[in-house]
C-alpha cells in the first residue's frame, strides 16, 4: 500500500534529547514532552529513562514486543500511574500534581486496548459524554429544564453529529453502542475521545480485530483528524503497516526501555529493532 501523504506533510527535524519532530511543528511548543521518565512496581522496573518530544500536530508511533511497555507509557501520561521519577510536559506545563481528570482537560485524550464504551446508552449519548470539558449546566438547571439547558443540549447534539460524521456514523447515533460491530465500537471510542476537545489524542491499537478495509479506512481518517483539528496523535499499533504508513516519527520500546527514535525508514533499516522483533540471528 502506498505510504498516505496529507498536506502538512514535512521532514523531521532533530531536536534534544535524540528526539525528531516535523519541520512544520519546530519553532512551536511541543505538544508533549517526557523526560527521563519512569516508573517501577517493586522491584520490577517498567519504564526506564523514557524521553520523548511529540510536535503540536504530528502523528507519532510508539511501537516494541508485546510487554515492551508501551500501554504503561500511556498509562503514565494519563495519571493512571503515577510515574517514579521524571517528567511530563504538556505544552510546556509540568502534569506532576495533576490527576487522570485534570490531564484530561489539559488536553490529553486517549483509547484503550479493551473498548470501554457504555453499551446501554446510544452511539450520540456515548460521544455528549465526552463533552463534560465543554458542558457548563449544573444539576440545578438539568433537573428544571431551564433555557440555558436546552441550548446547550442543542449545541452538543450539533456537535456530536459533527465529529460522528468523520466517519460516516451519523445515522447510528440513536443505536445502542454495545449491539455496533466490533470496527464500529472502535471508531466510536475515538469519537468520544475527540469530544473531549484534546491537544493530545492517544490511540491504543486503535486497528485491532479490524479487517484490512477497515484499517485502510482508518488511516485515512487519522490523517484527517490531524489536519481537520490541527492536533497531535501518538498510537500504539502492532499493525506495521498502519504505523510505516501514516506516523512520521516512530519510538521503539523493548523491556520498558527506548531502543530506537526516528522516521519509519530509519526504524525499518534499524538492527536493534530487527532484533526485538525476530530475535538475533545464531552464530554460524
Not at 78 to 101: C, E, R, S
Not at 112 to 139: A, C, P, T, W
Request: aromatic share 6%; charged share 20%.
Amino acid at each position: 500500500m502506498a505510504k498516505i501523504f496529507s498536506k502538512n506533510e514535512s521532514p523531521l527535524v532533530p531536536m534534544p534529547s535524540e528526539a525528531y519532530i516535523p519541520q512544520r511543528d519546530l519553532n512551536k511548543t511541543p505538544v508533549l514532552e517526557c523526560r527521563r521518565l519512569g516508573i517501577n512496581f517493586g522491584g520490577l522496573v517498567a519504564v526506564d529513562d523514557f524521553n520523548l518530544i511529540i510536535g503540536r500536530t504530528e502523528i507519532a508511533g510508539l511501537i516494541g514486543p508485546n510487554g515492551a511497555g508501551k500501554t504503561t507509557v500511556f498509562n503514565l501520561l494519563t495519571k493512571v500511574y503515577q510515574p517514579t521519577k521524571g517528567t511530563i510536559l504538556l505544552n510546556g506545563q509540568d502534569t506532576h500534581d495533576m490527576n487522570t481528570v485534570q490531564v484530561c482537560k489539559a488536553g490529553i485524550a486517549r483509547t484503550f486496548q479493551n473498548i470501554r464504551l457504555f453499551n446501554n446508552l446510544s452511539v450520540e449519548d456515548n460521544v455528549k459524554l465526552g463533552m463534560h470539558n465543554s458542558i457548563q449546566y449544573g444539576m440545578v438547571r438539568g433537573i428544571f429544564r431551564l433555557p440555558s439547558y436546552w441550548r446547550q443540549e442543542k449545541s452538543a447534539h450539533e456537535r456530536a453529529m459533527e465529529l460522528l460524521s468523520i466517519f460516516n456514523m451519523e445515522d447510528m447515533a440513536n443505536t445502542k453502542a454495545g449491539s455496533l460491530p466490533y470496527g464500529a465500537q472502535r471508531r466510536l471510542e475515538i469519537v468520544r475521545a475527540l469530544a473531549t476537545n484534546p491537544c493530545l489524542l492517544l490511540l491504543d491499537e486503535p486497528a485491532a480485530g479490524m479487517n484490512p478495509s477497515e484499517t485502510a479506512e482508518l488511516m485515512e481518517n487519522i490523517v484527517k483528524i490531524r489536519d481537520t483539528f490541527q492536533i497531535a496523535i501518538l498510537l500504539i499499533e502492532h499493525d506495521m503497516n498502519l504505523v510505516m504508513n501514516i506516523c512520521e516519527g516512530i519510538c521503539v520500546l523493548n523491556f520498558g526501555r527506548i531502543i530506537a527514535k526516528g522516521s519509519p525508514e530509519d526504524i525499518q533499516a534499524n538492527p536493534a529493532v530487527i532484533e526485538a522483533y525476530l530475535g538475533k540471528k545464531k552464530e554460524a
